[in-house]
């Protein structure tokens, strides 16, 4: 298989890459500018750059008439799906499954025990040299509703699992059983939500799941409950949100927010009751290697002309 690759981490630091294609570094350029490496029309598989803004990583794809598979580095693909319309048909989107699992996890919970062990209350009272006791609600016993069941989100129980939590509810776009238990349809939602402690968002971002946590959602939710999103932002409608913690009712945990990233004035950097983090759940020491088995794996079967793995969707084909 010939024809180049477009690589968003230098190839010569990549071990085990397959001889045959052109590889070629191309990440955007911290402002998006960057010059093209070559001529993309000429680019076969489209590897798109990593935690860049929104634009970046679609901008060379209408020239790319040649590239038989785009391969994303995140775990959602909804920031380059803009950019599938441009292509020939029969493109394999691949997303990166196998890649985030274990920092998202870890992020995952770390948010869930820092909001309710108090941890930002520390840290801010150890700013002022205040020493600031109490008691705080403990994971243990705690009734938890993952929202997106996926590998992420089986990544979670996964960590869940020493906590001593009372009870682990698992939803996804359909139901089906697995060997801990029954995964929820979405339409199960308004049954499931007053009974969780600790509601994690770890779905992909689709139109069923854009502004899915919207008022009605918030509202279902129990007195004191924690809203934890490690998903998108866009899953929750941030003005409903913003009534919520303003009175006080709930609480929240976010890696993602929309907008994104979160402007210096907006409210939700003060609201009660809110941890924020910049979009973190990835970027860690355990993405690089991670990232590196998946594109080799990738690149292999793509020169053997055997089918790529975590296909999400093939332009040209019924309901793509």
Known sequence: MTGDVWLPIPPEEIEGLPEGPTYLFWDGGEDGTQEYPADPADCVFYVV?????????????PRMTSVRVVQTLSAGTDHVEPGLKDLPPGVHLCNARGVHE??????????????????PGFVRAQDRGAWQGGFR????????????????????????????????ARVARSGRTTARGPVHPLTDLPALLPDADVVVLSTPLTDATRGLVNAGFLARMKDGALLVNV??????????????????????????TDPEPLPADHPLWHAPGVLVTPHVGGPTSAFRPRAERLLVGQLHRFVNHEPPANVVLTTGAAGA
């Not at 750059?49 to 794809?61: A, E, F, L, N, Q």
């Not at 274990?102 to 941890?119: C, D, N, P």
């Not at 929750?236 to 945990?253: K, M, P």
Request: without cysteine; charged residues 20%.
């Open 49 to 61: 750059p990593y935690m860049k803004p929104p634009g970046i990583g679609v901008r060379p794809m």
């Open 137 to 168: 609600p403990a994971l243990a016993d705690k009734n938890v509703l993952i929202v997106g069941y996926g590998s992420i989100g089986s990544a979670i129980e996964d960590r869940l699992a020493p906590f001593e939590v009372a009870r682990v």
């Open 231 to 256: 998903a998108r932002g866009a899953v929750v409608d941030t003005e409903a949100l913003l009534a919520e913690l303003e009175s006080g009712r709930i609480t929240a945990a976010l890696d993602v």
């Open 102 to 119: 274990a920092s998202t996890a870890e992020l995952a919970l770390a948010l869930i025990l820092a909001s309710l062990r108090g941890i």
